[in-house]
């Protein structure tokens, strides 16, 4: 089975066999076994042959006989050492070809979980892993290249930067970006003017904002002018310790040992520490000074934010090894260079930025670490062309951080694998749940005709994809179980890709890789294939590598499914069980020859037993060829069950989607009701109010007040005041002729009384019947009371709706 050639296919594929982590291991479980390389056809040949062909063994007690044979660019056993990784996939072209030949690099690690995807890529706390090599290798090949006096990334620069392409609005410089993650324990740049107080657990994840680097200046904060700042991010020393029980996810960092020394600063220098020339080229010093004069910079962007973290405890020493420093790429000096580092993760077949997580104010923590992925409310990015980029799709928005170090860049990379998503799993302790993707973009500046300057770049890719796990093994729930069914979608999307791939090189030209089916397949495939206009610019279709892992002692169907899928060739063979037949027909005549000597006639001819032997023969043939179809059947059920998985998975999805959609529409639901109950009880009170008013006004109009047309009472009053008035001057009259009379005189006798003369008397009745009279006129609070209906002369007495209103009822 000839090995495809690698040139050919859109990813050359690799595979990494793990070490047993195990001290001891049953060797007679292990179901892979590398074929030994075949040796060169040609003599000429020096280098020596590779092994590129491993077969899977189904283990002793499963029902499959089938034994598959697959084919690789090349197998690394599992003695094998990262720099072997990076030497023999041709990471170095992937470098070159980013640097110089502008062609954009690819590489992703593919495998079942804890099959040692992460560790091929970041490395471990003694080894380093692809990502740090190929940045160790850009950044030496950078270093002969123009550079600031101090090594650090001007304003200006940035500026230029960001001005080449509105889709790079967000880009920050590594110290003004660490400055805001960690905080510069020297100084107050960037945060309120009140002094710094030691910093507390609460206060250790407080959002932090620091001004953009492309807002404006004053020409006193420019590098090399004004007064010197304070020494660069981070002098360890004199930090209070980080509280441990503060770590509240997963931290990487410690895993990969990706933290600079403590001994070395990220940054050679800030741009705030001063040097008067900082450009080794006058012109560029003199063009800086010039635009620095105007306070001006490009458009300013948002301001930069991030929760603040601890600077954790560091390692004394983050690995150096394996050595890479034999390998440097050869540039123009005279060529300025930047390198941006950007990152992001496809979570749930989205794209999200890890360098700018949401903030949750208060907090510190990000959104992204909700253990619901319904909850997740991080804003997702979109891969697109953009302004700066027609010709190949870009994540567009992402923040970009501008290294000046290598030191830099690790501790960009440390950010962000802090806020990638990882969970303890049946399968993993520190299982992915994202695909992480690390983006090292270099870009050069180029000088037009007319002294306008432009950046091209191209992009170093490093993909850590998540491992495709089974539920039961990984023993998963719940919103875990939903991420890896998105998982597991994905990635058997990626299979269908890559399968499709080996079609193409087959000769099917018709197949076309169905790449846009899911967002991760349209990030590692979308610019693989050369577009016209893209040759034009310069731009040459991305360079791909997948290095599949696999642990030989691990889960077996699942190794096998990864293999069928990233596999450049398969073939499937059957082992030959030994005849029973025909071991029976040779042991006996061979028996009866060495008995008897001769040929018995009691016995078939030898000439039958031939021909038995050849049927026997074609039997076994067919046998053997039916037991292949067999395999081939079962592998292809075995697929089909694994689809079966993922569609089931699916469901799980689809139905918790359902279920949230529906308690989002029940809640609506509610709510409206609510709303609608609440508008009819407002009404029903409005109508209340209306009809209690009517009442009243109804019955205040019943007891409506008639003017009396007759003689008010105030005039009888009057009339009756003067009536007595009168009377009593007559009595004060008639008391006084009384009293001018003689008393010997006999008055006159009207009422006789025995007892009193008749004049005296008469007097004194008129008196009485005066006051008699007064006391009929007199007035009092009678008049007020109501009129008898038995009186029907008389007209009902009006009262005011106010008397109505304020007196009691019973007097109502
Ligand atoms: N080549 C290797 N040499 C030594 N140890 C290894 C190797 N590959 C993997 N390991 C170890 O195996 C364990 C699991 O590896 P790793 O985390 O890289 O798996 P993974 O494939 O990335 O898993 P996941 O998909 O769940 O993130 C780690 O402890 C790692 O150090």
Known sequence: MPSKQPQASLFQVYLRLRPPLAQKVDESDRFLAVEPPEASQNE????APVPTHITLEP???????????????????ETSSQLDIFHDTGMESLVRGVLKEGRDGLVATLGVTGSGKSHTILGSKSERGITQMALDVIFRSLEPTVKTEDGSISPMMLASLAAADASEAQLFSAHTFLEAVYGDPNSDRGRSSRAQTPMSPSRAHTPLTVRSPNTLYTLDELPGYGTPRLPPFPPQEGL??????????????????????????????PYGSLHPLPYTRPNMYEERLAKSRLYVFKEPTPALAFPRR???????????????????????????????????????????????????????????????????????????????????????????????????????????????????????????????????????????RHGETNWVGNTLTVVDLAGSERARNAKTAGATLAEAGKINESLMYLGQCLQMQSSVQDGAKTALVPFRQCKLTELLFSNSFPSSNQMSRGHHPQKAIMVVTADPWGDFNATSQILRYSALAREVTVPRVPSLTGSIVSTTSSHHRSISGRA????????????????????????????????EEEIARSEVEFRLKAAEERCVMIEQEVREECWAEMDDMMEEERRRWQKAWDE?????????????????????????????????VEELENENEQLRRRLATLEREMNSQSPTRKPRAKHTSPNKPSNLLSRESDIENALQRMNQLHLTDSMFTPSSPTSPGKKPRKISTRKWDLAPESDI
């Open 240 to 269: 209070p310790k980080a509280n441990p029980n503060l770590q509240s996810s997963p931290i990487r960092k410690d895993r990969f040992g990706l933290s600079p020394p403590s001994s070395e600063p990220f940054g050679r220098k």
């Open 310 to 448: 601890q600077p954790r405890e560091r390692p004394v020493v983050s690995p150096r090894l394996p050595d890479v420093s034999h390998l440097t790429i050869d540039l123009n000096s005279n060529s300025d260079y930047v390198v941006l580092v950007s990152m992001y993760e496809v979570y749930n077949d989205r794209i999200f930025d890890l360098l700018s997580p949401s903030i949750v104010p208060g907090q510190g923590n990000t959104m992204s670490r909700g253990a619901n992925p319904q909850k997740d409310r991080r804003r997702h990015l979109l891969f697109k062309p953009t302004e700066g980029s027609p010709d190949r799709k870009v994540v567009a928005g992402l923040r970009k951080i501008a290294c000046s170090t290598y030191e830099e860049a690790l501790a960009i990379l440390d950010v962000g694998l802090t806020e990638r998503k990882v969970t303890g799993t049946g399968s993993n302790s520190v299982s992915s749940r994202s695909h992480g993707f690390f983006c090292l973009e270099v870009k050069k500046q180029v000088h037009k």
């Open 44 to 47: 000429s040949d020096i280098v």
């Open 59 to 77: 283990p002793t007690d499963s029902r499959k006989r089938a034994v598959e044979k697959f084919g690789f660019t090349k197998v690394f056993e």
């Open 684 to 716: 029903q009170l409005g109508h209340h109010d209306e009809h209690v008013d009517k009442k009243i006004e109804l019955v205040s109009r019943g007891f409506s007040i008639y003017e009396d047309p007759e003689q008010s009472s105030n005039d009888r």
């Open 600 to 631: 018995s006639p009691n016995y078939a001819s030898a000439e039958e037993l031939e021909r038995a032997a050849a049927e026997i023969n074609r039997l076994n043939n067919d046998c053997h060829s039916i037991a292949i179809r067999l395999a």
